[in-house]
């Protein structure tokens, strides 16, 4: 990418589209345009063409979806499957018809088999059966992975596609309804010290494993592969190390200074015992993490207490 060249970042309002914006910028792009949800529904085929055909952006970073935790995902999977398509196939169509020279793709680990290998290298892919409890949004991630792929071998695009592990930073969604693992418990250690409470009880046995990035480190890895990576498979993008869910809020419990004590519901499922991406391929090509466990634990604790003063002022 030229530093005058045109980006556009799709989903720019979100945690990994602001820090895609907040690394273009550090690197010297200026030429980045952006389109708020209200602004452009990509949802809308018609309205994504003529945003295409106006603009005819050189670069994109597709990272606009309807992401949710694990309750959204099991109570809406007609939604996530139907709104995460849409979005895929009209971004991805227009981009071709409008000669863009490279899209990148955030796509998510949500595509690899339930019961899956550990840790998942990218041969694992459609090996077995999604999932249920996200169903939806893994088959609609799938598809954008495959639909980069498809157009790359049919109309020599390119266009590329990222799996990513659980993300968390600044910017993260921490409503009690929709959040992931970390802005959840994040929130909740945090009433937990603000009421006094005695414990704090975190759902299942807090033995499961799982792999985090910050967002930084996300846009960082994408950037990458948008410089240094061409080809029809998707690059795992995630934390070699993985961590159990007792673990993890141990940590969050020490950053947001909560002192009762940790309980655990059983009576709610663990999940996979483990799940991790295998991240060789793109440590070989040379990238590598910045951000740290706790230090990214740090500073997206602090990202909620600006969020939460900003909405008492
Ligand atoms: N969060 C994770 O742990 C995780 C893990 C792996 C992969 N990913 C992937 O990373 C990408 C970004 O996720 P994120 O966590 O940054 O999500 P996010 O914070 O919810 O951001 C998503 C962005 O997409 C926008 N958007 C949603 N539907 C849209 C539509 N129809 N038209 C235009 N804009 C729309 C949202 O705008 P509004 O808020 O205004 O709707 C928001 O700005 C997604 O592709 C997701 O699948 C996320």
Redesign the pocket.
């Known amino acids: 990418m030229e530093k005058q060249d045109k980006i556009y970042v799709a989903?720019h309002?979100?945690?990994?589209?602001s820090a895609l914006v907040r690394k273009l910028k550090k690197e010297g792009y200026e030429n980045i345009i952006v389109r708020?949800?209200k602004e452009?529904?990509?949802?809308c085929q018609e309205a994504v063409e003529q945003f295409f055909a106006e603009e005819k952006p050189d670069y994109v970073f597709l990272?606009?979806?309807?992401?949710g935790g694990i309750h959204a995902n099991e109570a809406a999977p007609a939604d996530f499957l139907r709104?995460n398509v849409q979005?895929e196939m009209n971004v991805m169509w227009a981009a071709y018809k409008n000669h863009v020279k490279k899209l990148c793709f955030?796509?998510?680990?949500s595509i690899y088999p339930v019961n899956c290998p550990q840790p998942m290298k990218e041969e694992y892919l459609l090996s077995g059966p999604f999932e249920r409890k996200n169903e939806g949004y893994g088959i609609a991630?799938m598809v954008g992975t495959k639909m980069c792929e498809y157009l790359n071998r049919q109309y020599g695009t390119d266009f590329i596609a990222a799996a990513?592990?659980?993300?968390y930073g600044p910017?993260d969604?921490y409503s009690p309804e929709s959040s992931?693992v970390v802005p959840a418990l994040v929130r909740k250690f945090h009433e937990g010290k603000i009421q006094n409470k005695e414990k704090v009880t975190l759902y299942g046995t807090g033995t499961a494993v799982r792999s985090f990035l910050y967002a930084d480190d996300v846009a960082d890895a994408c950037y990458f592969l948008m410089e240094h990576y061409s080809g029809d498979a998707c690059i795992n993008v995630g934390h070699e190390k993985g961590i159990s869910i007792g673990e993890l809020g141990k940590i969050i419990k020490e950053i947001t200074g909560f002192e009762g004590e940790i309980a655990y519901d059983s009576h709610y499922p663990d999940g996979s015992p483990e799940i991790r991406l295998d991240t060789s391929r793109l440590s070989s090509m040379g990238w590598k993490p910045v951000y740290g466990l706790r230090d990214g634990l740090k500073r997206t604790y602090e990202d909620y207490l600006d969020k939460e003063t900003a909405t008492r002022l």
Do not use: E, R, W
Request: one cysteine or more; aromatic letters at 0%; hydrophobic letters at 40%.
């Open positions: 989903g309002g979100g945690m990994v589209g708020t949800h452009l529904d990509l949802s990272a606009a979806a309807k992401v709104i979005i955030i796509g998510s680990g991630k990513i592990c659980n993300i910017g969604n992931h």
